[in-house]
């Protein structure tokens, strides 16, 4: 069963940094299942990246995800005061949803 | 735009079954993978099945001898059992869409309800 490593397990940063949140799997994956999401306190998530590059509709171009080999990027450019959050990568396999166990970006 | 309103018994005491119902509304039923995740206090998301219009399943191993999903295509509609409830069933149920398998949205949950919290307390 693949694994979903995120690190870190939160960050802090300031609004208008840059953000650097990583998804390792355990295992080679392909790139097209690969997903993150954003959740905001009492939200529900909301899917930023798909296919571990393309921006959902409605995100912004400051979002952006990136792979290579296992290791999966999501980064964030500029920080806004709404992206302070919890964000989580997503793998699909064996007919199965994996998540990893999510990243908390704080303000400093 | 499609919405999903989910409903259903937020506290039951342990060897309880959880019961849950989503409603999907403004969209397309067939042709989808509905799916539930659930997420305990203060900690991340976990999968817990999908079902199609058709009835086809798909579920987590880790939970699959507890789970049964339902599909109710005539009010659109489909439910979450999950037998044998313990403390560590409690947390926030959500239920999804799996994007169709003509889109880009395949292998992801790209529409999301607003969850329901469920307590599992003697």
């Known amino acids: 069963e693949i694994v979903l490593t995120q690190s870190p397990g939160t960050l802090s940063l300031s609004p208008g940094e840059r953000a650097t949140l990583s998804c390792r799997a355990s295992q080679s994956v392909t790139s097209s299942y690969l997903a993150w999401y954003q959740q905001r306190p009492g939200q529900a998530p909301r899917l930023l990246i798909y296919?571990?590059?393309r921006r959902a509709t409605g995100i912004p171009d400051r979002i952006s995800g990136t792979e290579s080999g296992t290791d999966f990027t999501l980064t964030i450019s500029r920080l806004e005061p709404e992206d302070f959050a919890v964000y989580y990568c997503?793998?699909?396999?064996?007919?199965?949803?994996?998540f990893g166990q999510g990243t908390k970006l704080e303000i400093k | 735009q499609v919405q999903l309103q989910q409903w259903g018994a937020g506290l039951l005491k342990p060897s309880e079954t959880l019961s849950l119902t989503c409603g999907v509304y403004g969209g397309s039923f067939n042709g989808y993978y509905w799916s539930w995740i659930r997420q305990p206090p203060g900690k991340g998301l976990e999968w817990i099945g999908e079902i199609n219009h058709s009835g086809s399943t798909n579920y987590n191993p880790s939970l699959k001898s507890r789970v049964t999903i339902s599909v109710d295509t005539s009010n659109n509609q489909f439910s979450l059992k999950l037998s044998s409830v313990t403390a560590a069933d409690t947390g926030v149920y959500y239920c999804?869409?799996?994007?169709?398998?003509?889109?880009?949205?395949?292998?992801?949950?790209?529409?999301w309800g607003r969850g329901t919290t469920v307590t599992v307390s003697s």
């Open positions: 997503q793998q699909y396999g064996s007919s199965s949803f994996i």
């Open positions: 999804g869409r799996r994007g169709g398998s003509w889109t880009a949205y395949y292998y992801v949950i790209d529409v």
């Open positions: 296919a571990a590059s």
